[in-house]
């Protein structure tokens, strides 16, 4: 069996304060909207880290579809009626790479 390749994103959260459960929350419905079930499954996205007072996100996603994740990302525009911007900051192989500092 192969190893699947990772990568790690920072995503900054703008437009709305989130409490964590509601950062993973708006990652996952964006990615779920833009690419389906199919899609999200082999993305195989997972929130690793969350800092509510910086509204980072770190985001595990594999190499495989990391472009559909980005796209996915950058069309989220409104979460629960209320506009927000997911913008990635850094991609990454590791979280040290990303210079995660909580």
Same mark, same amino acid.
């Given at each position: 069996?192969?190893?699947e390749k990772k990568r790690y994103l920072l995503i900054k959260i703008?437009?709305?304060f989130l409490s964590e459960s509601n950062a993973k929350k708006a990652v996952y419905n964006s990615i779920l909207e %833009?690419?389906?079930e199919l899609g999200a499954s082999s993305a195989a996205p997972k929130a690793v880290l969350f800092d509510e007072k910086k509204q980072e996100l770190v985001l595990k996603t594999n190499l495989i579809a990391l472009e559909q994740t980005i796209v996915s990302l950058a069309f989220k525009?409104? %979460?629960e009626g209320k506009p927000i911007a997911l913008r990635l900051k850094k991609i990454s192989g590791t979280i040290k790479g990303l210079d995660w500092k909580k």
């Amino acid at each position: 069996m192969i190893r699947e390749k990772k990568r790690y994103l920072l995503i900054k959260i703008d437009g709305q304060f989130l409490s964590e459960s509601n950062a993973k929350k708006a990652v996952y419905n964006s990615i779920l909207e %833009f690419a389906g079930e199919l899609g999200a499954s082999s993305a195989a996205p997972k929130a690793v880290l969350f800092d509510e007072k910086k509204q980072e996100l770190v985001l595990k996603t594999n190499l495989i579809a990391l472009e559909q994740t980005i796209v996915s990302l950058a069309f989220k525009t409104s %979460f629960e009626g209320k506009p927000i911007a997911l913008r990635l900051k850094k991609i990454s192989g590791t979280i040290k790479g990303l210079d995660w500092k909580k």
